[in-house]
């Protein structure tokens, strides 16, 4: 059973940044699309980003040009690396892959001065 664990969260006024890692098991993870979505207080959970196994990256609109998702495949983790943020980014953040249909536990981002 493959596991996907984050980490990196944590408070951090508007306009700081983070990097949130995804360390997965399995040998295979270079195979796996990895995807980051987040779920703020009270709201649905929604996507934030992907990146396929040949590293191509999307993200959600109001992620763009703040957000940068990438991949280390020795280290079998995916990142995703969040600037510029903003009071509405405070979510709990999770990965996932589709691939396998796994989630993480998610990893708390609170963006507060």
């Known amino acids: 059973q493959v596991q996907l664990v984050e980490s990196g969260g944590g408070l951090v006024q508007p306009g700081g940044s983070l990097r949130l890692s995804c360390a997965a098991s399995?040998?295979?993870?270079?195979?796996?699309?990895m995807d980051w979505y987040r779920q703020a207080p009270g709201k649905q959970r929604e996507f934030v980003a992907r990146?396929?196994?040949?590293?191509?990256?999307n993200y959600a609109d109001s992620v763009k040009g703040r957000f940068t998702i990438s991949r280390d495949n020795a280290k079998n983790t995916a990142y995703l690396q969040v600037n510029s943020l903003k009071l509405e980014d405070t979510a709990v953040y999770y990965c996932?892959?589709?691939?396998?249909?796994?989630w993480g536990q998610g990893t708390l981002v609170t963006v507060s001065s």
């Open positions: 996932y892959t589709p691939t396998l249909g796994v």
């Open positions: 399995g040998s295979i993870f270079r195979l796996y699309i």
């Open positions: 990146i396929t196994n040949n590293h191509s990256t």
